[in-house]
T-cell receptor, first 114, second 111 residues
C-alpha cells in the first residue's frame, strides 16, 4: 500500500506568479483534501475533491483552484501569488465523502513567496 | 467564527503524570471530532475520533456536547507522547464538507 505523496517538497516563487502543487492519493482512496498551514497555526481547509468534483470549500479566494484526475491524484493551483501565501500545503486522502473518515496526510509542500 | 479552540499552545508534564489537552468547539449541527498527532519529523496522523470510542496509545477523549468540549486525556504520560496535537472537527454544510483544525498544543513529557 502506497501512502500519500506530494511534489515538490519545496518551492520558491515571487509575488504575482502562479504555482501548481501535486498530490498522489493513498491507494484505494477517491477523496482528496487540501490544507494550508501557516507557521504556528493549524491546517486550514482549502477544498475537497471527490471523484473529480469539488465537494466543499473553505474560506479561500477563487485564485486557489484545484483538479482531481481519474486516477484520483490531484493538483492545487494558486494564481497571482501573494506574500501571505507562504505556507506548508498539505494534501490528505480518505476513503470517501463521509466526514467521519480518517484522513491520511502527505508530507507537505513548503511554498515560499518572495 | 473560530470553530475549534485549543487554549494551550504549550504543555509540559512529567513522565508518569496525568495529561489533559483541552479542546472546545463551536458548531451547529452534528460534527465529527478528531485528535490528530504529529510526532517529530513525521507527518500528521489520526490519533482517535469520537465515533470510534476507542483508546489509542492509552489516550481517550470524550465528546461533551453540553460543554462543547472534546478533551484528550491520558492517565500516565510517556516520553514518546511528546508531539504536537491538533483537535479537528468536520461537518456537512450547505457548501459541502468542511474541516476545521485548532492551532495545536505542543506536549512535552519531561523524563
Amino acid at each position: 500500500e502506497t501512502g500519500v505523496t506530494q511534489s515538490p517538497t519545496h518551492l520558491i516563487k515571487t509575488r504575482g506568479q502562479q504555482v501548481t502543487l501535486r498530490c498522489s492519493s493513498q491507494s484505494g482512496h477517491n477523496t482528496v483534501s487540501w490544507y494550508q498551514q501557516a507557521l504556528g497555526q493549524g491546517p486550514q481547509f482549502i477544498f475537497q475533491y471527490y471523484r473529480e468534483e469539488e465537494n466543499g470549500r473553505g474560506n479561500f479566494p477563487p485564485r486557489f483552484s484545484g483538479l482531481q484526475f481519474p486516477n484520483y491524484s490531484s493538483e492545487l493551483n494558486v494564481n497571482a501569488l501573494e506574500l501571505d501565501d507562504s505556507a506548508l500545503y498539505l494534501c490528505a486522502s480518505s476513503l470517501g465523502l463521509v466526514t467521519g473518515y480518517e484522513q491520511f496526510f502527505g508530507p507537505g509542500t513548503r511554498l515560499t513567496v518572495l | 467564527a473560530q470553530r475549534v479552540t485549543q487554549p494551550e499552545k504549550l504543555l509540559s508534564v512529567f513522565k508518569g503524570a496525568p495529561v489533559e489537552l483541552k479542546c472546545n468547539y463551536s458548531y451547529s449541527g452534528s460534527p465529527e471530532l478528531f485528535w490528530y498527532v504529529q510526532y517529530s519529523r513525521q507527518r500528521l496522523q489520526l490519533l482517535l475520533r469520537h465515533i470510534s470510542r476507542e483508546s489509542i496509545k492509552g489516550f481517550t477523549a470524550d465528546l461533551n456536547k453540553g460543554e462543547t468540549s472534546f478533551h484528550l486525556k491520558k492517565p500516565f504520560a510517556q516520553e514518546e507522547d511528546s508531539a504536537m496535537y491538533y483537535c479537528a472537527l468536520s461537518g456537512r454544510e450547505s457548501t459541502g464538507n468542511q474541516f476545521y483544525f485548532g492551532t495545536g498544543t505542543s506536549l512535552t513529557v519531561i523524563p
